[in-house]
């Protein structure tokens, strides 16, 4: 995948993905941050949390390599800092409750169990924190030219596959069902990428006219979708800022003002 993001086709979806990451991060306050996957796409660059970390699957390590303990950093890392950290994405070595948001570009796609992995998150987010996913969208150009080339090798066809055969791609329909299983309401939704598969930089220049017409259009039919969500916790209670509000609010009651009349006026 790493290698493949290199490519012409790998530069105009990082681009893309970047520039939406940015926009959805930049104004999420907390205090601990996390990336699952893809360090080639920095999904908290925009963000300004004191504490960060950018995981990798162990699945892709060395078994000699000896990995920090995670329970000590939080302590160390230094404000705005990113921390590299390698660990099972369906296993993840934080506390329940604990980080206020996770980013995720394409790392469902390439876990070893993306359900599980979704849960994982859920168990580490705070109520009300934020999972910001990126992925390919199977109901593409993409996505068709992605399946010809698995069918293509199924039948001994030969033949390479556009993109990088690792993983499986999820549906955005089926994400959301996922994530509103999990208690999660979706904030975000949308498509991106609706220049035909080309590999060669000179004919995705030609097509960047298809990005307006896609977009209104055809939206659905990107060849990536993004989507940021918020957990929901039932039974929460507002405080703090909030309850303070509808507190006053009560207080700027009308005043009922006695005249000489005996008449009486609100204001």
């Not at 169990?113 to 992925?135: F, K, S, Y």
């Not at 991106?192 to 930089?201: A, K, N, T």
């Not at 004919?203 to 659905?220: K, Q």
Request: charge should be positive; proline fraction near 7%.
């Amino acid at each position: 995948m790493g290698h493949w993001l290199k490519s012409p086709p790998g530069h105009y979806l990082v681009s893309w993905e970047q520039l939406q990451f940015d926009r959805a991060v930049a104004d999420l306050f907390g205090f601990h941050a996390l990336q699952l996957g893809l360090p080639q796409i920095d999904g908290l660059r925009a963000n300004r949390m004191p504490h960060r970390w950018v995981a990798s699957d162990t699945m892709m390590l060395p078994e000699s390599m000896d990995l920090p303990p995670v329970d000590d950093t939080l302590a160390t890392l230094a404000p705005h800092e990113s921390l590299a950290l390698h660990c099972d994405f369906d296993a993840l070595p934080f506390p329940a409750q604990s980080l206020d948001l996770v980013v995720l570009p394409h790392a469902l796609e390439l876990a070893r169990d993306p359900h599980e992995t979704l849960r994982e998150v859920e168990r580490v987010l705070v109520p009300e924190g934020r999972v910001v996913i990126a992925g390919f969208n199977p109901a593409s150009l993409w996505g068709l030219r992605q399946n010809i080339g698995h069918l293509r090798q199924r039948t001994g066809l030969g033949g390479r596959m556009f993109m990088p055969g690792d993983g499986e791609f999820i549906g955005y329909w089926r994400l959301r069902d996922w994530l509103r299983l999990l208690s999660f309401e979706v904030e975000v939704g949308r498509f991106g990428c609706w220049r035909p598969p080309f590999g060669s930089q000179r004919w995705l220049e030609r097509m960047g006219w298809l990005e307006r017409a896609g977009d209104r259009w055809w939206p659905v039919l990107g060849a990536m979708y993004f989507v940021v969500a918020v957990k929901r916790v039932r039974g929460m209670r507002l405080v703090g800022i909030a309850r303070r509000r509808s507190v006053g609010a009560k207080a700027t009651a009308p005043a009922v003002a006695a005249h000489s009349n005996a008449t009486t006026e609100g204001r």
